[in-house]
């Protein structure tokens, strides 16, 4: 898997924080660092379980996990957090070139 | 780019626009910001508002229960340049809890109203109309 600056241990780095988040539904890349060589930061889109039990709680978790990991490789994560229905809009200008990167079986 | 002072990753540039957006409204008489990111506010009849300041493309239902959980005194949420906006499963969660939700094409407007939480544009056919997401 090789978009623009995304490499296959940020995609390995994010499924693992995928396993230990039950209730994140699926992990999207999407902007200028999958595009280009001279990104501002990694734009994500997470998400979330519509019946998740405490979103609050979960979007602070989500936030907290990702700016750790991208203190750890030098990487700024730009997060957007949706719910499934809030993602089944399609409310992203760049919501037709989603990259999957990580998604439940 | 985050300037490391707040968990939200709003930037100081970000910040500066709004307090001074805020700071230059008619209708405001006192402004003062704590917390990096939340702006006392109050208006000319006395009226308080807690804005908290954010710069969201797409802010959502799971970002607005966090704001409640981490900021529970805040009464109204800004989601940065006219470009930003929110879900509508969003705005009805603030709705039913009289927290204002706009982006700030939609600030001046709500910080002339008393109950600034129910501020909106309308359409053609005179039906509100959100900066939806």
């Known amino acids: 898997m090789n978009f623009g600056n995304f490499t296959t241990k940020m995609m390995m780095e ?11 539904v699926s992990v999207f890349g999407f902007g200028s660092f999958f595009r280009t060589d001279t990104p501002s930061d990694c734009d994500l889109l997470l998400v979330v ?10 979007h602070a978790e989500l936030s907290s996990v990702f700016l750790i990991l991208g203190k750890r490789i030098s990487i700024d994560f730009d997060l957007t957090i949706l719910t499934e229905k809030e993602h089944a809009r399609k409310p992203l200008l760049e919501h037709k070139n989603l990259i999957p990167i990580s998604q439940l079986a | 780019m985050s300037n490391g002072e707040n968990s939200w990753g709003v930037s100081f540039s970000r910040i500066a626009w709004l307090e001074d957006a805020i700071k230059q409204h008619g209708n405001v008489s006192f402004v003062k910001r704590h917390d990096d990111i939340v702006i006392e506010v109050e208006q000319n009849d006395g009226t308080h508002i807690t804005v908290l300041c954010l710069d969201e493309y797409a802010l959502g239902k799971a970002a607005v229960l966090r704001a409640f959980k981490e900021f529970p005194e805040v009464n109204f949420i800004s989601v940065g340049g006219n470009w930003n906006g929110y879900t509508p499963e969003a705005k009805e969660l603030c709705l039913s809890k009289q927290v204002g939700l706009y982006n700030s094409s939609e600030l001046t407007g709500a910080l002339w109203k008393d109950e600034f939480w129910k501020f909106h544009y309308k359409d053609d056919d005179g039906n509100p109309s959100y900066p939806y997401k």
Do not use: A
Request: aromatic share 0%; glycine share 4%; proline share 5%.
């Open chain 1, 49 to 58: 379980k519509d019946d998740s039990s405490d979103l609050g709680k979960l």
């Open chain 1, 14 to 24: 994010i499924r693992h924080i995928h396993t230990s988040k039950p209730e994140l």
